[in-house]
């Protein structure tokens, strides 16, 4: 079954760099993801598309603070210089033919 | 500028039905097939339902599968999403999103409308 693991919650202090992670499940440790931000009260943006091998393409406007890398089933996603408007819920999501699938979701919170 | 505006929310019943619409814009919409996400109170992201471009192809999650039907308007660039038999777990924001051009992932959003099962 293709699932994406995330843990529920993580935090970072302003100006620091926080490093998220996204786990496919096995048999699907080859899958390309996409992480997407939302903020509080606002609709989910779209913020990369992550390859196996590390390769990402960036939505427009996404800051250069934010990075994704991979190694093996791990996809993550690395803010640097925390901004106080970094402070969100992230979600991975991955597809396959016929489905959709987000991770659970992680709450940044900057302190 | 792509823009996607959802439209339809509202309070409705145990049972009774509702339909979303997402109207797009600064995109060729029959191009991209098209999904509906939801975010219950308190719950991540859980996928719905995807369109392909030119209507023919559907699909969707288990827990709809039956009771919504996702269809679109590339005349009006509109897409819908029809709510029929209404649960309680159905209660949630629901946002409408182009998918990029291979068809596998979001890569934009609307803000959201929101659906509230309740008697």
């Known amino acids: 079954q293709l699932l994406l693991t995330q843990s529920p919650s993580a935090s970072a202090s302003l100006g620091a760099s926080v490093k998220l992670t996204c786990t496919l499940s096995?048999?699907?440790?080859?899958?390309?993801i996409a992480w997407h931000q939302q903020q509080p009260e606002k609709g989910p943006r779209y913020l990369m598309k992550l390859h196996s091998d590390g390769s990402h393409t960036k939505g427009d406007g996404i800051p250069d603070r934010f990075l994704g890398s991979s190694s093996g089933a791990e996809r993550y996603l690395t803010i640097s210089s925390l901004q106080s408007e970094d402070e969100a819920d992230y979600y991975c999501q991955t597809w396959a033919t016929a489905i959709q699938v987000f991770g659970g979701g992680t709450k940044l919170t900057v302190l | 500028e792509v823009q996607l505006v959802e439209s339809g929310g509202a309070l409705v019943q145990p049972g009774g039905s509702l339909r979303l619409s997402c109207a797009a814009s600064?995109?060729?919409?029959?191009?991209?097939?098209m999904s509906w996400v939801r975010r219950a109170p308190g719950k991540g992201l859980e996928w719905v339902s995807t369109i392909s471009g030119s209507g023919g192809d559907t699909y969707y999650a288990d827990s709809v599968k039956g009771r919504f039907t996702i269809s679109r308007d590339n005349s009006k660039n509109t897409l819908y999403l029809q709510l029929n038999t209404l649960r309680d777990e159905d209660t949630a924001v629901y946002y409408c999103a182009k998918m990029d051009g291979s068809g596998s992932y979001c890569d934009c959003w609307g803000q959201g409308t929101l659906v509230t099962v309740s008697s």
């Open positions: 096995s048999g699907h440790g080859s899958n390309a």
């Open positions: 600064g995109f060729t919409f029959s191009s991209y097939a």
